[in-house]
């Protein structure tokens, strides 16, 4: 794994067949399905997913030679659309966000819901292939914390479970967009707050909280996560999103393990590739439009990676 700055390293899940650390997990379903005779030789298949999941999904889908239906919020990106029908599959719009989780299970009838958010946990643990945390532990056998950004919230589940069945003292951080429901409910103790209101970060944020074995929520403000992800690519990461955002939350935790004496590595899991994302969060003028700024943050990192000091 790359070294970022002293004591943090990233974990690259880009190269993957499609691009994310979500190929792994979205893997795992389909043994799932296939074993509990769920999914035959004929059965159509729908999730409620926008992101790299359902990319993934329609990716295993295409290679079982089934149909496949992706409920996406409206305010997904073509882009990201394309993704997905790219493998042949079929994607369906649905607003307010929070309508996908019916609408999928409508379109289920008949067929197989995939219902990542319920299933991957148990999924992973029964068909477990060389997961992501073996991988990470095997290359930093025991870090502080893992830190990655927190979407549908399965990853971050997913990583969680098997930290506490491994009994592992690694902890899990999450980074949280702007509109997100996840910092304000884990704060609240409130498994059913919502926001009502879209993330501007594609890949992380949510509406509405799930429950999560995580052991601290870091917020970040969007336009630090984009000065994060410009300050990735110019040091030859060229990250999304989510993983730029993440990198801010890894910095806020090494600086307070350094002022705390607390030793220990940080593994950052660098979620995908920021090729996708050329025309937006790479692209000033589309920055600009959505009111940010991250020219002042960017400082901050600079002047952390290059000296340990956090003056933010």
Request: glycine residues 10%.
């Amino acid at each position: 794994m790359p070294v970022l700055v002293d004591g943090l390293f990233a974990k690259d899940e880009s190269h993957r067949p499609t691009g994310s650390v979500k190929h792994g997990f979205a893997r795992s379903l389909f043994p799932d399905g296939l074993t509990r005779g769920l999914i035959t030789e004929d059965t159509p298949l729908v999730d409620a997913a926008g992101g790299n999941i359902a990319v993934a999904e329609a990716y295993f889908a295409r290679l079982l030679g089934l149909p496949f239906t992706a409920v996406v919020p409206a305010r997904t990106s073509a882009a990201k659309r394309a993704r997905i029908e790219q493998h042949g599959e079929v994607c369906v719009a649905v607003d307010p966000p929070l309508a996908v989780y019916d609408r999928a299970r409508e379109l289920a009838a008949g067929g197989h819901y995939l219902d990542h958010l319920a299933r991957l946990g148990p999924a992973v643990d029964a068909h477990e292939p060389a997961d992501l945390v073996t991988e990470i532990l095997h290359e930093v056998p025991e870090p502080a914390w893992i830190v990655l950004g927190v979407g549908t919230g399965a990853s971050s589940h997913v990583v969680g479970r098997h930290l506490r069945r491994r009994g592992a003292t690694t902890r899990v951080a999450v980074v949280d967009p702007e509109n997100s429901a996840y910092f304000p409910g884990w704060v609240t103790d409130s498994p059913d707050y919502g926001t009502g209101m879209p993330s501007r970060v594609q890949g992380i944020g949510r509406p509405q909280i799930e429950p999560a074995v995580v052991d601290l929520v870091i917020p970040v403000p969007d336009a630090v996560g984009i000065a994060a992800m410009r300050h990735l690519a110019a040091a030859g990461l060229r990250a999304g999103p989510s993983t730029s955002a993440a990198l801010r939350g890894a910095c806020h935790l090494l600086h307070r393990m350094r002022d705390e004496g607390t030793p220990g590595p940080v593994v950052l899991v660098a979620a995908d590739s920021g090729t996708p994302y050329a025309t937006t969060y790479y692209d000033d003028e589309w920055v600009s439009a959505k009111g940010l700024d991250p020219s002042p943050h960017a400082a901050v990192l600079e002047h952390f990676t290059r000296t340990g000091d956090w003056r933010a």
